[in-house]
Nanobody, 117 residues
């Protein structure tokens, strides 16, 4: 499985960005997909996840109500819509795939999100 994240950039506080993660493989629809982030000097942290059908989602408390994860299984793509961005959301964002519910085995290369105050 190969993952390609895109959509990062520089945005002012209060603005929005949408991240995309395109996956290879014919069984994308069976994967749980997640977004994680890592800020400078900090450990990588969970942001959001979505189950295979898209009906179940999970969010870190810090992004609830501001971020929305979704997926398009026909396009092998998972999205992260980020609204009301804050400077503390600045990080490299990674998408990851959990193909068999045992953990995130596959990771994308990361996309930088910078939120200016």
């Amino acid at each position: 499985v190969q993952l390609q994240a895109s959509g990062g950039g520089l945005v002012q506080a209060g603005g929005s960005l949408r991240l995309s993660c395109a996956a290879s493989g014919r069984t994308f629809s069976t994967y749980t997909m997640g977004w994680f982030r890592q800020a400078p000097g900090k450990e990588r942290e969970f942001v959001a996840a979505i189950k295979r059908s898209g009906g179940t989602t999970y969010y870190a408390d810090s992004v609830k109500g501001r971020f929305t994860i979704s997926r398009d299984n026909a396009k092998n793509t998972v999205y992260l819509q980020m609204n009301s961005l804050k400077p503390e959301d600045t990080a490299v964002y990674y998408c990851a795939a959990d193909p068999d519910r045992t953990g995130y085995d596959y990771w994308g290369q990361g996309t930088q999100v910078t939120v200016s105050s």
